[in-house]
């Protein structure tokens, strides 16, 4: 025995911890429920709060206390909690407290406005481990309710933060760029940064998905609020031109084409997702129907070990994600994924218009690509991303 | 927590912590609020630290713990203890273990 170091701590992430082999599932999202005491108007999730037929059907606490455990099982050390609005169940103290017990850390993405003083002091005494996720839109209250469409949200989001804050729980709060708030992220940001409890600077979701449940209605009304290329090149340029020389540095790292394999986001076992109603996912926007799994009919391992390792080998068969996607360099820039794919056409490969057209705006911001060049005909784009990266 | 750990008291695992083996790692996962300054990461044992924490169930003083180390490692008189004493003082004062009642 000649350790003098007996304990290593190991900083959140995970990042070094598995010295052998990593577990088989390191992190479990759950959308409670999809039900939310808001109605935003780029959601891709939501059915109302008083949705009886979604609500009969979403998993009961047992189902998700034993998920927990086989989670745990697994290895698994991080959960994510949300939605819809997981405040929404009734029995959430007793799945986080679960949750917890069995050694879990868990993400808790909510909107704060069913924050009550209770839940405040429970995550005060039993920390979730992971800075409580709030999406809260808007710096007036006409500008948050013209997106949330739902009266009294604005007053009860901010007095759901001032209840964790109240009781020191770490928090980060996220924005999104839309109609009613554009012109009001300087002032968000800042009005975070004072804000007492804030674990970070804000995110901004400026490129919303269309609705992953395929609502041809709600992901029109979606489309509708989308940013182009450049608005989006402008928004990340408001500050300097550190995020344009990141996309740049993305690109180099991310090594060239993605190929014909679809499934390239993730690395193997990091995460898999699950639906209220038990359907385990790759993740939580992709509801394909070849990229499901019922745990009803099966178990988390098999789901993880077998079903989901299976699923990462399919490639792509649309002859315009082959001659496009496929040959693109800007791997490292564009969103193009099977989710996408799949809220916006129904498949698990066909290129999306809007985000190649985002990624396109991004590469000629970052000096990548030339105006009206195409990213998957330029031959040599690779080394063009290891110059920019190297500086040359 | 402050205070001298003792080698005729025994010692258990706080109910303020969650520990964990995964993948043959020991995970020492806080539980409740105040537990060192581990709320923003985990804890992990070396192999000596999993030597000592497996014999931390409150059935046997420090003393005892010591002696069955020292049947099995062949190091300097009074090493082990020192090991021992030192991983069990650091735990103690990180109120992942408790003096069992």
Redesign the interface.
């Given at each position: 025995m000649t350790a003098k170091s007996f304990v290593r701590k190991v900083p959140s992430g995970m990042s070094g911890l598995w010295r052998a082999t990593a577990p088989k599932l390191a992190r479990l999202d759950i959308e409670l429920t999809e039900r939310c005491n808001c109605a935003c108007l780029h959601c891709s999730v939501a059915r109302p709060a008083g949705d009886a037929e979604a609500k009969a059907r979403e998993w009961p606490t047992e189902r998700w206390q034993t998920l927990l455990g086989e989670a745990a099982g697994l290895g698994c050390l991080v959960v994510r909690l949300t939605g819809g609005e997981p405040l929404l169940r009734s029995d959430f103290e007793a799945i986080y407290l679960h949750a917890r017990k069995l050694g879990l850390r868990v993400m808790l993405f909510t909107n704060a406005t069913l924050v009550t003083p209770r839940l405040a002091r429970l995550l005060r005494d039993v920390p979730p481990l992971e800075a409580v996720e709030i999406s809260i839109y808007g710096m007036t209250r006409e500008s948050c309710e013209a997106v949330t469409r739902a009266p009294g949200s604005f007053a009860a989001a901010r007095r759901g933060l001032g209840l964790l804050a109240e009781n020191g729980v770490p928090f980060v709060v996220k924005g999104a760029v839309l109609p009613p708030t554009r012109g009001q992220a300087d002032e968000f940001e800042a009005w975070a940064a004072g804000l007492s409890g804030n674990a970070g600077p804000p995110a901004f979701a400026v490129l919303f998905d269309l609705h992953s449940r395929r609502d041809a209605a709600r992901s029109a009304g979606i489309a509708g609020l989308r940013s182009g290329g450049d608005e989006f090149v402008r928004f990340s340029r408001r500050h300097g031109d550190e995020a344009v020389g990141e996309w740049g540095e993305f690109c180099g790292r991310a090594g060239g084409a993605r190929g014909d394999r679809l499934f390239i986001c993730l690395p193997a076992a990091a995460s898999a997702s699950v639906d209220p109603y038990g359907r385990l996912q790759y993740c939580l926007g992709l509801r394909h129907p070849a990229a499901v799994y019922d745990l009803a009919a099966g178990s988390l391992r098999e789901a993880v070990t077998e079903f989901l390792p299976r699923l990462r080998e399919t490639r792509a068969a649309d002859p315009a994600y082959l001659e496009r996607c496929a040959r693109c360099f800007l791997r490292g820039l564009c969103a193009q994924c099977p989710a996408k794919s799949w809220a916006e056409h129904g498949t698990l490969d066909t290129p999306v218009e809007y985000f190649c057209g985002v990624a396109h705006a991004q590469a000629i911001a970052a000096g990548l690509l030339g105006p009206g060049e195409k990213a998957w005909a330029v031959r040599d784009g690779a080394e063009r991303a290891k110059r920019r990266r190297n500086g040359s | 927590m402050t205070g001298k750990i003792e080698l005729g008291r025994a010692y258990r695992p706080s109910d303020d912590v969650?520990?964990?083996e995964?993948?043959?790692?020991i995970?020492?996962?806080?539980?409740?609020?105040g537990i060192g300054d581990?709320?923003?990461?985990?804890?992990?044992?070396?192999?000596?630290?999993r030597?000592?924490w497996a014999r931390l169930d409150g059935s046997r003083p420090l003393a005892a713990v010591v002696a069955e180390?020292e049947s099995e490692?062949e190091?300097a008189e009074g090493?082990?203890r020192v090991?021992v004493v030192?991983?069990v003082q650091?735990?103690y004062d990180r109120r992942m273990i408790v003096e069992k009642s």
């Amino acid at each position: 025995m000649t350790a003098k170091s007996f304990v290593r701590k190991v900083p959140s992430g995970m990042s070094g911890l598995w010295r052998a082999t990593a577990p088989k599932l390191a992190r479990l999202d759950i959308e409670l429920t999809e039900r939310c005491n808001c109605a935003c108007l780029h959601c891709s999730v939501a059915r109302p709060a008083g949705d009886a037929e979604a609500k009969a059907r979403e998993w009961p606490t047992e189902r998700w206390q034993t998920l927990l455990g086989e989670a745990a099982g697994l290895g698994c050390l991080v959960v994510r909690l949300t939605g819809g609005e997981p405040l929404l169940r009734s029995d959430f103290e007793a799945i986080y407290l679960h949750a917890r017990k069995l050694g879990l850390r868990v993400m808790l993405f909510t909107n704060a406005t069913l924050v009550t003083p209770r839940l405040a002091r429970l995550l005060r005494d039993v920390p979730p481990l992971e800075a409580v996720e709030i999406s809260i839109y808007g710096m007036t209250r006409e500008s948050c309710e013209a997106v949330t469409r739902a009266p009294g949200s604005f007053a009860a989001a901010r007095r759901g933060l001032g209840l964790l804050a109240e009781n020191g729980v770490p928090f980060v709060v996220k924005g999104a760029v839309l109609p009613p708030t554009r012109g009001q992220a300087d002032e968000f940001e800042a009005w975070a940064a004072g804000l007492s409890g804030n674990a970070g600077p804000p995110a901004f979701a400026v490129l919303f998905d269309l609705h992953s449940r395929r609502d041809a209605a709600r992901s029109a009304g979606i489309a509708g609020l989308r940013s182009g290329g450049d608005e989006f090149v402008r928004f990340s340029r408001r500050h300097g031109d550190e995020a344009v020389g990141e996309w740049g540095e993305f690109c180099g790292r991310a090594g060239g084409a993605r190929g014909d394999r679809l499934f390239i986001c993730l690395p193997a076992a990091a995460s898999a997702s699950v639906d209220p109603y038990g359907r385990l996912q790759y993740c939580l926007g992709l509801r394909h129907p070849a990229a499901v799994y019922d745990l009803a009919a099966g178990s988390l391992r098999e789901a993880v070990t077998e079903f989901l390792p299976r699923l990462r080998e399919t490639r792509a068969a649309d002859p315009a994600y082959l001659e496009r996607c496929a040959r693109c360099f800007l791997r490292g820039l564009c969103a193009q994924c099977p989710a996408k794919s799949w809220a916006e056409h129904g498949t698990l490969d066909t290129p999306v218009e809007y985000f190649c057209g985002v990624a396109h705006a991004q590469a000629i911001a970052a000096g990548l690509l030339g105006p009206g060049e195409k990213a998957w005909a330029v031959r040599d784009g690779a080394e063009r991303a290891k110059r920019r990266r190297n500086g040359s | 927590m402050t205070g001298k750990i003792e080698l005729g008291r025994a010692y258990r695992p706080s109910d303020d912590v969650v520990v964990r083996e995964i993948e043959g790692e020991i995970v020492i996962v806080p539980l409740t609020s105040g537990i060192g300054d581990l709320e923003d990461e985990l804890l992990t044992l070396n192999e000596t630290g999993r030597a000592i924490w497996a014999r931390l169930d409150g059935s046997r003083p420090l003393a005892a713990v010591v002696a069955e180390l020292e049947s099995e490692y062949e190091d300097a008189e009074g090493e082990v203890r020192v090991d021992v004493v030192g991983f069990v003082q650091e735990l103690y004062d990180r109120r992942m273990i408790v003096e069992k009642s």
